[in-house]
């Protein structure tokens, strides 16, 4: 591995029933410093996932007790989770997995055996991805707020106004009709 990579940050969840594999990518993604936790099943990375909420999930789908595409589903219908992007990493080559993969909402699908520079590729690229789109989602939010503010500011304006138009058909017109009689009494 070269070291001309820069540093990167983020938590990474690897979830593989394989030891060697596990060992490889968490010493990978370590290398260029982003924090790794590591599953060796579906049922060991949902409890992972209830402790400490992970930026990005490399999950294997070929395993004993759950199957990938099964921890997939049980991670993106809890509330807590859903928005975490996830990342097939498998040993499945065929389109049919694939295909299944990204109709579930995979960010990406990555075969086994895997080349180290193209997962850190990817990793690094979903992770700005889901950085850029968190810091537009607070960006609307602020606008959301703004936008809130200024109709309320304008919703009181406009009560305002209404007032004073109120108040001045009710009082305009009994100095006018004084000045009116007057008027006429000169004439």
């Given at each position: 591995m070269t070291t001309e990579l820069t540093k990167q940050t983020g938590l990474i969840l690897i979830v593989?029933?394989?030891?060697?594999n596990l060992g490889v990518l968490s010493e990978t993604l370590s290398f260029v410093g982003y924090d790794v936790v590591i599953a060796t099943s579906g049922e060991r990375s949902l409890k992972?996932?209830?402790r400490k909420s992970p930026e990005l999930i490399l999950l294997d789908i070929t395993m004993p007790?759950?199957?990938?595409?099964?921890?997939?589903?049980?991670i993106k219908t809890n509330p807590n989770t859903c928005n975490i992007p996830i990342i097939f990493i498998t040993a499945l080559t065929d389109?049919?997995?694939?295909?299944?993969?990204?109709?579930?909402?995979?960010?990406?699908?990555?075969?086994?055996?895997?080349?180290?520079?193209?997962?850190?590729?990817?990793?690094?690229t979903h992770l700005q991805l889901r950085r850029l789109?968190?810091?537009?989602?607070?960006?609307?939010?602020?606008?959301?707020?703004?936008?809130?503010?200024?109709?309320?500011?304008?919703?009181?304006a406009n009560i305002a106004k209404s007032q004073l138009l109120a108040n001045m058909s009710h009082e305009l017109p009994t100095p006018l009709n004084a000045i009116i009689s007057m008027t006429e009494e000169l004439q």
């Open positions: 593989d029933d394989t030891p060697a992972q996932l209830e007790d759950m199957d990938g595409f099964e921890v997939y589903q049980k389109t049919e997995s694939k295909i299944r993969g990204f109709e579930l909402g995979a960010v990406d699908y990555i075969t086994k055996p895997f080349q180290e520079q193209e997962v850190l590729a990817r990793v690094k789109t968190q810091n537009l989602e607070q960006q609307v939010a602020l606008k959301v707020v703004s936008l809130e503010s200024a109709k309320q500011a304008a919703e009181a």
